[in-house]
Structure formats: C-alpha cells, structure tokens
T-cell receptor
C-alpha cells in the first residue's frame, strides 16, 4: 500500500533556529497536508497544498508541494518555544477517495 | 474555523465494557467523518470512514463488529468499542470534512481525541 516517509523522526534545535522537515511517498498524491499535534490533543491543520509546485506560507511556516507530486517539505523560520510538538505530513491520492495517509511524524524539541 | 468536538476526552473502564465515543461537527455539516486510532509515539491509523446515512467503510484489519460506527446525522458520528479489552486501550481521534468539498482533498478537521484505558 501507499506509504509516507517522513524525516527526520526528531529534531533538537535552539530557539530562533530554522527548521526543515520533509515527506516522500511511493506514489503520487493530489493533496499534501501538514498538521501539528500537541500532547493529548488532535492534529491541527497548518497548511494545505493542492497543486504540484505550490508554495504556501502560514506565518513563519512555509510548505511546498513537490513537482513530482511525491514529496513535500515544511519549513519553520525563527522557531519559538510554542513550536514544540509533533508535525505530521499527510497526503491523499485520487485512488483512495480522498482518504488521507499520515507520515510517522517529526518530533520537534527546542532547547532553552 | 471548522470545529470538531469529541466526547468524552478520557475514559477508564473495566474489561468487557462497551464504550461509546461521540464526534460532532459544531459549525459545519459533514457527510463524511473518519475514525483514527493512535498508539503512543505512533502516527494516526485510519480505522474507518463514516458516511451519513450509510454503512461505514472499514480499513483492512479493523473488526467491524468490534468497532461499531453510526453516522445518523450530518453533524454526529459515534464509535462504540464493544466488549473492550486492555489491548483496545488507545487514543481515538475523529475527523470531519465539510460538505460539498469533493474532488479537492478538502482538509479534514480533527477532534481533540478520546483517551481510552481498559483495565
């Protein structure tokens, strides 16, 4: 079945640093989504991407839909303590009736 | 923004008990809701797709008789874990998609999850 490979699994950074994470898939997706999950809560949508090559920003967050439609990245600039959490990429493909598949997540830790 | 409410947020019960979890879309109508399960430090795994007025579609390996889903209205879906056992302990999360959003992969909006602990 379709799989999403998300990397890195975890990151330890200093406050103020920029962050980059990415996802690759074994097949084409028509939508890429990036979510953030805080402990004990459900995921919250950060950015949705619908077109190959699309680059979208949400405040300090920027995400891109890869031109091959098999990858996406998320960048966070000038990280702050509240950025701590788990970031999940998710994608949906036409042949799965818009169900979304989640990556395994990237755990972001910010060192004081 | 779209709000999905899930209840209860936390439940502890004895083995053999059946537990019902509700998922409501508060400010929009959702023809489709999804139920996920998440084990500690793992990703979300889709269990089933719940369609208003019809039977749920279960993912491979998910027992439909164990996890009963009812989607009686455009704003409410319920998941009942029947005869729950300790291995059913997990974080269950629902999501909903806005009506009329077919064909563009409209984002799902998630509830805050229900932590189920079976003793």
């Amino acid at each position: 079945g379709q799989q999403l490979n998300q990397s890195p699994q975890s990151m330890f950074i200093q406050e103020g640093e920029d962050v980059s994470m990415n996802c690759t898939s074994s097949s084409i997706f028509n939508t890429w989504l990036w979510y953030k999950q805080d402990p004990g809560e459900g995921p919250v949508l950060l950015i949705a991407l619908y077109k190959a090559g699309e680059l979208t920003s949400n405040g300090r967050l920027t995400a891109q839909f890869g031109i091959t439609r098999k990858d996406s990245f998320l960048n966070i600039s000038a990280s702050i303590p509240s950025d701590v959490g788990i970031y999940f990429c998710a994608g949906s493909a036409l042949n799965r009736d818009d169900k979304i598949i989640f990556g395994k997540g990237t755990r972001l830790h910010i060192l004081p | 923004g779209a709000v999905v409410s899930q209840h209860p947020s936390w439940v502890i019960c004895k083995s053999g008990t059946s537990v019902k979890i509700e998922c409501r879309s508060l400010d929009f109508q959702a023809t489709t809701m999804f139920w996920y399960r998440q084990f500690p430090k793992q990703s979300l795994m889709l269990m089933a797709t719940s369609n208003e007025g019809s039977k749920a579609t279960y993912e491979q390996g998910v027992e439909k008789d164990k996890f009963l889903i009812n989607h009686a209205s455009l704003t409410l879906s319920t998941l009942t874990v029947t005869s729950a056992h300790p291995e059913d302990s997990s974080f269950y999360i629902c999501s909903a998609r806005i009506v009329g959003s077919w064909g563009r992969g409209q984002p799902q909006h998630f509830g805050d999850g229900t932590r189920l602990s079976i003793l």
